[in-house]
């Protein structure tokens, strides 16, 4: 039989393995996240012909959700209509009924880098609630927010 020091010592060293083992996985998740998260925007930095694409605010009001989006360069994307722009609160589909400049005017046209415009779709989600916000823009962009309320 073992004695009890021994028997101490051993189960220190299987926690300790363990222990090793959850820091060892836990660097490998973050590691591989975050080396995914940096080659995706150096990527689309270098690759994007256009620009890509940052919500900066978001907000529910009377059935619809507004959402505050900047170009962030480098170079400019063309905005054809609502066509060009899809949301999505927790994967349900927003329909979008308009995009407008910073002065409320429907927005067309060449969509410098460092601009913001604001795209308004209807909804039914509560802004009382967490949601994930998914905006597909032109030329492939996209943007992820993390709305609370």
């Known amino acids: 039989m073992l004695d009890e020091n021994r028997m101490q010592r ?12 959850m820091a060892l996985a836990l660097v490998l998740i973050v590691f591989t996240s975050l080396s995914d998260y940096v080659s ?7 690759f994007s012909a256009g620009g890509m694409l940052q919500i900066l605010n978001t907000e529910f009001a009377g059935g619809k959700i507004i959402v505050d989006v900047k170009n962030t360069g480098p170079g400019a994307l063309t905005v054809r209509g609502v066509e060009d722009f899809q949301v999505y609160v927790d994967k349900k589909q927003a329909a979008v009924e308009s995009v407008v400049d910073s002065s409320g005017r429907e927005f067309r046209g060449i969509w410098s880098a460092d ?20 905006l597909y823009g032109p030329g492939g962009t996209q943007a992820i927010y993390f709305y609370y309320p």
């Open 10 to 21: 051993i189960v220190m060293l299987v926690t300790e393995i363990a222990l090793l083992l």
């Open 40 to 46: 995706d925007r150096v990527f689309r930095t270098m």
């Open 115 to 134: 601009t913001a415009i604001r795209i308004i779709a209807g909804t039914d989600e509560s802004p009382y609630e967490k949601h994930i916000i998914v």
